[in-house]
Nanobody
Framework: VQLQASGGGSVQPGGSLRLSCVAS????????VAWFRQAPGKEREAVSC??????????YYADSVKGRFTLSRGNAKNSVYLQMNSLKPEDTAVYYC????????WGQGTQVTVSS
């Protein structure tokens, strides 16, 4: 049971990145999925989450990323993507994806750096 996060990199302010979270050993489509991030010297914060426990999926976005980030599931239901547009320097952090198994399963993190 593993999660693999990828897609991070270095971009200039205003740029875009798409992070991927791919599961192995279980079906990611059966669980809530969350993206968290942690910047140097700061606590880990929730960025976005999809909860599919009800018929209608529920999406959460932190106020700081609303309108800029979009979380979506892949067609194969074993992946989740975080499209990040209009990136700002304050988005610089290590991004982690997690799946709502019991206990939660976390990927290894991918670095996002936004700098001019």
């Amino acid at each position: 049971v593993q999660l693999q996060a990828s897609g991070g990199g270095s971009v200039q302010p205003g740029g875009s990145l798409r992070l991927s979270c791919v599961a192995s050993g279980f079906s990611l489509g059966d669980y809530a999925v969350a993206w968290f991030r942690q910047a140097p010297g700061k606590e880990r914060e929730a960025v976005s989450c999809i909860d599919t426990s009800d018929e209608t999926p529920y999406y959460y976005y932190a106020d700081s990323v609303k309108g800029r980030f979009t979380l979506s599931r892949g067609n194969a239901k074993n992946s989740v993507y975080l499209q990040m547009n209009s990136l700002k320097p304050e988005d610089t952090a290590v991004y982690y994806c997690g799946a709502g198994l019991s206990p939660w399963v976390w990927g290894q993190g991918t670095q996002v750096t936004v700098s001019s």
